[in-house]
């Protein structure tokens, strides 16, 4: 079994920063990403990381976000920088533990002038 928890959701203005943490607790992971979803959108991906630190990001955020990991805290993050309004959304931390997906609850990003 595996928890999620997401922290660090808030509302910025256009161009600034901020920094989403997602603690978990239980079992180790695989794959971790993070998701979000605009209101009326699909989710969607946003950036993943593999346990070794292999990333890989969507068109959308590649060059202003960063992922990362420290496994020795159960903690991952999405550095966010240079944030505009259409990154508004609900950010959900997601992690693999073959053959199971976990979801966190989600944290508000709500970028407006």
């Known amino acids: 079994q595996v928890q999620l928890v997401e922290s660090g959701g808030d509302s910025v203005q256009p161009g600034g920063s901020l920094r989403l943490s997602c603690l978990m607790a239980g079992n180790s992971v695989d794959v971790m990403r993070w998701f979000r979803q605009a209101p009326g959108g699909q989710r969607e991906l946003v950036a993943e990381?593999?346990?070794?630190?292999?990333?890989n990001y969507s068109d959308a955020v590649k060059g202003r976000f960063t992922i990362s990991r420290d496994n020795a805290k159960n903690t991952m993050y999405l550095q966010m920088n240079s944030l505009k309004p259409e990154d508004t959304a609900v950010y959900y931390c997601?992690?693999?533990?073959?053959?199971?997906?976990?979801w966190g609850q989600g944290t508000q990003v709500t970028v407006s002038s």
């Open positions: 997601n992690a693999d533990r073959y053959p199971y997906q976990y």
């Open positions: 990381i593999t346990k070794s630190g292999t990333t």
